[in-house]
């Protein structure tokens, strides 16, 4: 168990800069996920913390000892690889023996820790199989098992559960987390899937094009998007953006059509600001026209189950709305939007930060 | 393995078995079409093939059963007479076989041996390590597809007169055999003669493009992941190539040593070229004595059943390594026909 001190760190691959200057600390024993897209550099950041990535710039430090120089051997890692990178002609206790057998375990002492953390993932009816034989989730345990055994200072996990399917991937998401709540090792974990990262997370890293975005708890993240980026990249469905232009006056955001929308606090920032308003679609409602906020034209429905996605029009903006209840519309009805003022986020829509907004509001407005 | 594994080792051509899963029970879909007649036309022009393949294989088994007489008349006979123990035991003892038998089979072993060793290491250092020489390297094992021995048989047979010879030239050239000379007053005469040797049979056979190439093309099928993994638990180059490596090309080595045993029995160019006594003969060599002609048999009956009963003992351990081999041989090449 270690912390990780991530440290202006850059990639690049000849002239191009993958990753520009990221700087992260990991705390110990915690479970961080980095999400992101693919090609936004969450997995060269991991492979660097591994070692098999050389770092172009900056230093990653794992318990306080710089590895820039370490072979991934020395750093106290252990990786799970997203196609499980089994050896396939070594039987599952070999497999996950192996690391031990490589540090000069005696085969006798090594059996006894294989059984041990074999029992402790459910394999202990496996041991003898080759991972040929094993079905996904197995194969999955194995490459955990593979990681424990060595019982290293951090846990690496590049897109583990990518490849099974989908029941099978919240389950083993259920077992990455009692595991860690067993063994409490830092574990840094990246996927591009939003849900494996709000359930796994102590903490989230959302990554953009070579950058950090926004570190905090899962909840933090849903709540308080530091970004336009992040807010449309957490939550599902994705957030509804409107640009407007902040207008004290009129006591709120004026749309591209004159629509005013009404704000709960007024945002800090000076008067005919040009925002983008973010509101998410399960904060939203539909009434009859005229009776909410604004007024949009019904295009059509998607059945969840537990409830609808409507798909609704302002002007040209498609705009989603997800309720329990389940009305029936017909295309072309003209329906207005019941919001929330207090759910609504407020993002500078020169910057794509995040304006926090606040009580004091009237201050604003005479200075 | 069961049977029917093994009938599925073509299906898995798109599937190397030792990397991701072994699905041994499924059949490949495609490419199985139910159509009588044209099933009928296959097993025909198969039926042809075989035919063609092993009459002069018959003829040769006949002409060994035959007795001196009956082999020269005409028309010849086409069913195996009584003589076969008695021409295996002539040729056998005539030619001394068991001598040349056991040098062979140090000499093909040896060859088989060095092949796979020096393919292997030459491979893994060609893809797994990235460094500027890689591309004229591999280019340069490649070259030497087009050179096998019987183009370059005479330098070879200048070097294997004198194996340091390269050397001696070396110090010549770079003067340093000149400052040995002026500083001690010894002349620097570096020898290290292979001819009539194991060493010499050996050696010049050894260095292999084809093998080296189907090591590259099966290790450029590893996963990088796996490789990954490896570093991760730790292990350095070597045991990776010892423990990982090694035993996924299992069947790489069974197909190359299976090729390469074979190739070296048959030499027949070399051997007759550097071996002059008679103990280091090779059975190819010998079997090549075996044939009549005016000098063998001093004009007499041309001894056809000798010869053919000496082609069959010969035949015979190439023939057991195929068939104990065949199995892996062929996985072996099916999986680098990527």
């Keep these: 168990m270690a912390k990780i001190d991530i440290r202006k760190v850059r990639k690049m691959y000849g002239k191009d800069e993958v990753i520009h200057g990221v700087d992260l600390r990991i705390n110990k024993g915690e479970f961080v996920v980095i999400l992101g897209p693919s090609g936004c550099g969450k997995s060269t950041l991991l492979r660097m913390i591994a070692g098999l990535e050389d770092i172009s710039g900056g230093e990653i430090a794992i318990g306080g000892t710089v590895v820039n120089n370490l072979e ?19 039987t599952v206790a070999e497999n996950i023996g192996y690391a031990l057998k490589v540090a000069g375990m005696k085969k006798s002492d090594r059996l006894v820790k294989v059984a041990a953390v074999a029992r402790s993932v459910g394999l202990e009816e496996f041991l003898d199989r080759k991972p040929g034989q094993l079905s996904g989730g197995q194969r999955q345990r194995v490459a955990m098992a593979r990681a424990i055994i060595r019982e290293p200072k951090v846990f690496l996990f590049d897109e583990p559960l990518s490849n099974l399917d ?64 992040v807010a449309g990249f957490i939550g599902s469905p994705a957030m509804n953006f409107l640009d ?77 709305v997800m309720m329990a209840e389940k009305h029936r519309f017909t295309e072309g009805d003209r329906l207005s939007l019941v919001v ?13 930060k995040r304006i926090e907004m606040t009580v004091m509001d009237r201050v604003k407005e005479t200075a | 393995m069961t049977q029917a594994d093994l009938s599925l080792s073509a299906a898995a051509t798109l599937e190397d078995d030792r990397v991701r899963a072994v699905r041994s029970t499924r059949r490949s879909p495609g490419m199985v079409e139910n159509t009588p007649l044209l099933n009928l036309a296959t097993h025909v022009i198969l039926l042809m093939g075989m035919v063609m393949l092993l009459f002069p294989m018959y003829l040769v088994f006949n002409a060994a059963t035959l007795s001196l007489v009956e082999v020269n008349s005409q ?17 056998w003892f005539s030619r001394d076989f068991g001598q040349k038998f056991i ?65 001696q030239a070396m110090l010549d050239w770079s003067g340093i055999s000149w400052l040995i000379r002026s500083v001690s007053g010894i002349e620097v005469a570096l020898e290290w003669n292979l001819l009539n040797s194991y060493t010499g049979l050996i050696l010049p056979l050894v260095a292999t493009a084809t093998g080296t190439f189907l090591y590259r093309q099966f290790f450029m099928t590893i996963p990088d992941e796996l490789v990954e993994a490896a570093k991760m638990d730790g292990a350095g180059p070597l045991r990776f190539l010892a423990e990982i490596l090694v035993p996924l090309s299992r069947t790489n080595i069974a197909a190359l040593a299976t090729i390469m045993f074979v190739y070296s029995w048959n030499q027949y ?38 010869a053919m009963a000496g082609t069959l003992i010969v035949t015979v351990p190439p023939i057991l390594v195929v068939v104990f081999m065949q199995r892996w041989f062929v996985r072996g090449l099916i999986n680098t026909d990527k």
Aim: hydrophobic share 45%; glycine share 8%.
């Design chain 1, 340 to 352: 929330n003022d207090a759910t609504l986020h407020l993002f500078d829509a020169a910057t794509g």
């Design chain 2, 269 to 306: 160019l070399w051997p007759l070229l550097i071996i002059t006594d008679p103990s280091y003969g090779v059975v190819a060599v010998e079997l090549g004595k075996l044939v009549p002609d005016t000098n063998s048999t001093g004009g007499a009956i041309p001894n056809w059943n000798i």
């Design chain 2, 103 to 167: 040098n062979s089979l140090i000499v093909a072993v040896g060859v088989v041996t060095g092949k796979i060793f020096i393919a292997c290491i030459t491979a893994f250092g060609l893809v797994f390590f990235d460094h500027r020489l890689r591309k004229p390297i591999f280019w340069a094992v490649f070259l030497t597809l087009m050179l096998p021995l019987e183009v370059r048989i005479v330098p070879t047979y200048a070097v294997a007169a004198n194996a340091l010879q390269p050397f």
């Design chain 2, 75 to 91: 028309p010849t006979r086409l069913t195996p007479g009584d003589q076969f123990w008695v021409n295996i035991q002539e040729a």
């Design chain 1, 72 to 90: 991934p051997r020395q750093r106290g890692c252990a990786m799970v690889f997203q196609n499980y990178a089994l050896y396939p002609h070594m």
């Design chain 1, 244 to 320: 407007g232009q902040v207008d004290y006056d009129r006591g709120g955001v004026v749309l591209g059509d004159g629509t005013v929308m009404r704000l709960a606090k007024m945002p800090q920032v000076v008067n005919g600001t040009m925002v983008q308003l973010g509101l998410r679609p399960e904060t939203l409602g539909l009434a009859g026209a005229g009776r909410g906020a604004l007024d949009v034209t019904f295009e059509f429905a998607e059945e969840l189950g537990s409830g609808r996605l409507y798909h609704v029009r302002h002007e040209d903006i498609p705009l989603t």
């Design chain 1, 166 to 229: 989908a029941k099978l991937r919240v389950q083993m998401r259920h077992e990455i987390r009692r595991i860690h709540n067993r063994i409490k090792a830092t574990s840094v974990f990246v996927t591009h899937d939003q849900h494996e990262g709000m359930t796994l997370a102590d903490r989230m890293v959302i990554m953009n094009k070579g950058t950090i975005d926004q570190v905090g708890t899962p909840e933090d993240v849903y709540d308080r998007p530091a970004t336009t980026y």
